[in-house]
């Protein structure tokens, strides 16, 4: 009991890092720990912008109008919102954590027992969803203001199938094979979400038999006021551009996919629709061949600068060198980030693509300086995922919800993350390391 920490003779960042006290070693382990997490928050920025992209493309429906036989353009979302917020939003915020736990069950490949760090993480951000999450939630609306659940059908949905993801992690582990996990069992619980995904589709359409019978309440028109519309929430990464500001005013929001009136209707000549969809093509391609590259390129000068200008005005120098130390210690992160292409390219699915790329190098790296920190200080690594990793790869999940809670009309998005980050941490974050495993073994 009243040993010291165990000698750890491998290194992680230098070669003479083993000659130094554990004590020096655990401290730089934990600042590098720290600024993974801050790398987390700054590509979280960019995979919410391309998940705003993605949920705000339509498509163009022309149908004929019975009566005066003329065409009808009709713009659909091409997105069901609650998919959305289960395929997308909960799945992208909770994919540090799948990243997380993928890695370590390859990392421990063929062994008859699990890893700490996978499992660990998981548990410890069901638990920081419940709770953290929810109270922030609750205290970001602004004073006075109420947000309910506007469809109690779809929220049951999704509430159910949390709870029963945990039902069935028992009976699996306590009733059919204790304390093994077998191929079936691997492949059922990830073919599972699948049938989350239906059933909360279902409901959403009111399908008859398996929906339940309840009535969804009613939505303004605008699921995000026009007030909040062009509010940036990637403030703190500096993500908006000045390309972006006067060129695209209309900034996308992850959220608009929600209004249930967002179709446009109006009539117009067959002729005139032809002729336009033409001289919009050409428009379209001679503007998009430079607009893209103008956007990258601003990405890389955004990325070097330690002040906006907007920031040059501020008249307190304190403020200013506080925002001039913080830029400086995200350059990195930025600089490296400015590489995922911009997300006006195939309505965001390169730039989604991509910041998950990123965000599986973060989780690696966070698994090597996680068993670098149980190596000089003796602490299981189970405890270190329960603990520290549950908190920091559960930051876009708090950040998404927040964004939530704070513009949108009803609390339908940041409830549903919320619940539906749990039933994708069972799901799929547990079931695809199984799966791995059962299927090499």
């Not at 109006?266 to 002729?275: G, Q, S």
């Not at 149980?374 to 995922?385: D, E, L, Q």
């Not at 549950?390 to 409830?415: H, M, N």
């Amino acid at each position: 009991m009243g040993s010291t920490a165990p000698s750890c003779d491998a290194y992680l960042f230098f070669y003479g890092e083993t000659l130094l006290p554990n004590g020096v070693r655990a401290f730089l382990c934990t600042v590098a720990l720290a600024y993974c997490f801050i790398g987390l928050s700054a590509i979280t920025a960019r995979f919410f912008k391309s998940m705003e992209s993605i949920t705000n493309h339509s498509r163009e429906v022309v149908t004929i109008d019975p009566q005066t036989k003329t065409p009808i353009v009709k713009h659909e979302k091409v997105w069901n919102y609650t998919i959305a917020d289960i395929a997308l939003l909960a799945f992208g915020t909770s994919f540090p954590q799948i990243s997380l736990a993928t890695i370590d069950a390859i990392r421990n490949i063929g062994q008859l027992t699990a890893g700490g760090l996978g499992p660990g993480t998981l548990v410890g951000s069901a638990a920081f969803d419940l709770f953290p999450i929810h109270a922030v939630c609750v205290v970001m609306p602004r004073a006075g203001s109420m947000k309910k659940i506007s469809d109690l059908g779809v929220w049951l949905v999704e509430l159910f199938w949390s709870f029963w993801a945990y039902i069935w992690l028992y009976i699996i582990l306590e009733v059919w094979t204790p304390n093994v996990i077998t191929l079936w069992e691997a492949l059922i619980t990830v073919l599972q979400y699948g049938l989350l995904l239906v059933h909360a589709y279902a409901q959403d359409k009111r399908w008859p038999y398996v929906s339940i019978p309840l009535v969804r309440g009613e939505r303004p028109e605008d699921w995000v006021p026009a007030e909040d519309a062009s509010v940036d929430h990637d403030k703190n990464c500096d993500e908006t551009s000045e390309i972006l500001s006067s060129q695209n005013g209309d900034i996308a929001d992850i959220f608009s996919i929600h209004s249930y009136n967002n179709a446009g209707y109006h009539h117009v000549p067959e002729k005139d629709i032809e002729e336009s969809s033409k001289m919009e093509l050409v428009a379209k391609n001679t503007h998009d061949d430079t607009y893209w590259l103008s956007v990258w390129r601003q990405q890389f000068v955004e990325a070097v600068m330690l002040e906006s200008p907007e920031q040059r005005k501020i008249d307190s120098v304190c403020l200013r060198f506080i925002i001039i130390c913080w830029n400086s210690i995200l350059a990195p992160w930025k600089i490296l980030f400015a590489f995922v292409p911009p997300y006006q390219i195939a309505h965001g699915w390169i730039a989604f693509i991509c910041s998950l790329i990123f965000i599986s190098g973060i989780a690696y790296g966070v698994t090597k300086i996680t068993d670098q920190i149980s190596c000089v200080t003796g602490i299981n690594p189970y405890v270190i995922a329960f603990t520290a990793l549950a908190a920091g790869t559960s930051w876009p999940d708090l950040v998404a919800s927040k964004i939530a809670a704070e513009r949108q009309v009803t609390a339908d998005s940041a409830i549903a993350n919320i619940t539906c980050s749990n039933s994708v941490n069972i799901y799929v974050g547990i079931s695809v390391p199984w799966l791995i495993n059962t299927v090499y073994n």
